[in-house]
């Protein structure tokens, strides 16, 4: 079937997206200095994780940063081996959702562990990193 | 509200269909639906076409696909609920008949998705969900998505990789009875369990394939229902969810939380239970899906779904027949006709019109459970003869 007659599009289409990051900037500053932090609403007390200036409980825009610390227990994971093809460069990953003190869950890579020791239940703590192409990002780590 | 039937089905072949542009490709359900309805498509008020688009170019495929079977004119609009794009036009449809705009409507899926070549699919379906948390840094796909569930229920309930073999085995040993399924040969757990991993634990065995297709279904109003046939197909409830964007903010990974909110409202819409269901079509874009479904529709309890797998419950002759058209994994899974094509199958059923794969009918009532992304979208649709 793949002999079909077929017109190959010549226009075409290369989308960039440029994403807004001014009302998360402090989440992403601290990260730069090594620190997890998330919002906090100062009406309900509940806290969201990924931080959002408005609160989805309550829908106050009032709201603190609160340091969420290092430490998470590993909830579930996967080994991704077949991978986007705008990660073709990075190694096959193994992505973990880890649940800090307090509940907050967090789905980020889990590195510098190998597959066959990762384990639910076992402890990590979440680290900060810096792509190549200078955007801070975070991950966990075994503990 | 007005009472609405099914009063027509259409159904394309699944597969690769690179002999067919996006409009070509819904005619051919679209026209077998309006032929089986008996209806003249000028009386049709409304049509509501399913589709996700991304991979196709056509950024208006509502009003291609209407023009191309000549419905310019109709009330229109494109719906996406990811992979319930399908029940989500259903719906639409539903609503505007039951809602009294018009005695006619359809629900059209349709996609298209191998205009572009496989890695650019992955990509696209890999980026639905929280794109900027959990895609731009971490590189998500489809199949991560459900692997962090697979996980979770193998860890809780002792459901083995070869549990979600069993499920890619029946769905292929169904798919092979069905004409218009992209894969028509059978598998063995051995084959299914010895396929590349995609994301551990799961193998491309346990993954629905990238399809093209459609699907279309006519809907009436009672009146012009029993006017038009003398096995309508009765609508007899659409329950809906959803739940959080970002996987972090979900309570637990071993189920689908919107998918039990779903068939909760629909089992108390159609005033029916788990037990009063003849036959059911449930979304196994993964085979880890599949044994999910079954306890969140409640045809077992949380944990036994692979139970019911191993004792071949959900097969021709056990309790509850699931997926007997194949399946996502073997019919195929054209993402915004899926929903229809389960709507489809579900109706002939019903009028005792699916063949060789026909199930017993006793109580007359069937099933669509269809979910968008992981869980993101819920939608679970009761049809009954009465």
């Not at chain 1, 990953?93 to 590195?111: C, D, P, R, T």
């Not at chain 2, 688009?53 to 009330?75: C, H, I, K, M, T």
């Not at chain 2, 699919?121 to 639905?128: D, F, H």
Request: aromatic content about 8%; proline content about 4%.
């Amino acid at each position: 079937m793949s002999e079909e007659p077929m017109l190959h599009s010549r226009r075409a289409l290369t989308l960039r997206f440029d994403l807004p990051v001014s009302k998360t900037k402090e989440f992403w500053d601290s990260l730069r200095s090594g620190k997890f932090v998330t919002t906090r609403c100062t009406k309900c007390g509940s806290v969201s994780f990924p931080p959002q200036s408005d609160c989805p409980q309550c829908m106050g825009s009032e709201h603190e940063w609160v340091d969420l610390g290092r430490d998470a227990t590993l909830v579930t994971f996967t080994y991704a081996s077949v991978r986007p093809p705008s990660f073709a460069s990075s190694d096959p990953y193994i992505i973990a959702i880890g649940e800090f003190s307090g509940g907050v869950k967090v789905l980020a890579w889990l590195e510098r562990a190998k597959q066959d020791e990762v384990k639910q239940g076992m402890k990590l703590k979440i680290m900060a990193r810096v792509s190549s192409e200078g955007n801070p990002f975070y991950v966990f780590e075994p503990a | 509200m007005s009472r609405v039937a099914v009063v027509g089905v259409g159904h394309s072949r699944f597969g690769r269909r690179t002999d067919v542009s996006i409009g070509e490709l819904a005619f051919e359900s679209i026209k077998q639906a309006v032929d089986d309805a008996g209806v003249d498509r000028k009386d049709i008020r409304n049509v509501v076409v399913g589709n996700m688009g991304g991979w196709s170019q056509e950024s208006l495929p509502a009003v291609v696909v209407d023009e191309y079977a000549g419905l310019s004119g109709a009330g229109t609009m494109r719906v996406e609920a990811a992979c319930a794009s399908g029940s989500a036009a259903l719906k639409s449809a539903y609503d505007s008949v039951a809602g009294g705009d018009g005695n006619l409507a359809m629900a059209v899926g349709v996609e298209k998705m191998t205009e572009v070549d496989t890695p650019t699919a992955i990509e696209l379906i890999g980026r639905a969900g929280s794109y900027f948390w959990e895609f731009e840094n971490f590189g998500m796909t489809f199949p991560a998505y459900y692997a962090l569930h697979a996980v979770a229920h193998m860890s809780k309930f002792g459901t083995t990789e070869e549990d979600l073999a069993r499920v890619a085995v029946k769905a292929h040993h169904y798919g092979a009875m069905n004409p218009l399924a992209q894969f028509q040969k059978e598998i063995t757990v051995e084959k299914a369990l010895g396929s590349q991993v995609v994301a551990w634990p799961l193998k491309l065995f346990d993954a629905c394939p990238l399809t093209d297709g459609s699907a279309a279904v006519v809907l009436a109003s009672e009146e012009v229902a029993k006017k038009l046939t003398d096995t309508p197909v009765w609508i007899r409830g659409i329950g809906s969810s959803s739940d959080s964007a970002n996987l972090g903010r979900r309570g637990s990974y071993v189920g689908l939380e919107a998918a039990v909110r779903a068939a909760n409202a629909a089992y108390s819409l159609a005033k029916v239970g788990p037990q009063d269901i003849d036959v059911a079509t449930a979304h196994d874009c993964f085979t880890i899906a599949e044994l999910m479904a079954y306890e969140d529709l409640g045809f077992c309890k949380k944990g036994d779904g692979a139970k019911m797998i191993r004792e071949g419950q959900t097969e021709i002759g056990g309790r509850i027949p699931v997926n007997l058209d194949g399946g996502l994994k073997a019919k195929g899974h054209p993402i915004g006709a899926t929903g229809v094509s389960m709507t489809v199958e579900i109706t002939k059923q019903l009028r005792g019109e699916a063949g060789r794969h026909q199930a017993p009918i006793r109580k007359g009532v069937g099933l669509v459970h269809n979910i968008g992304g992981t869980g993101h979208y819920a939608y679970v649709t009761i049809l009954g003869r009465d």
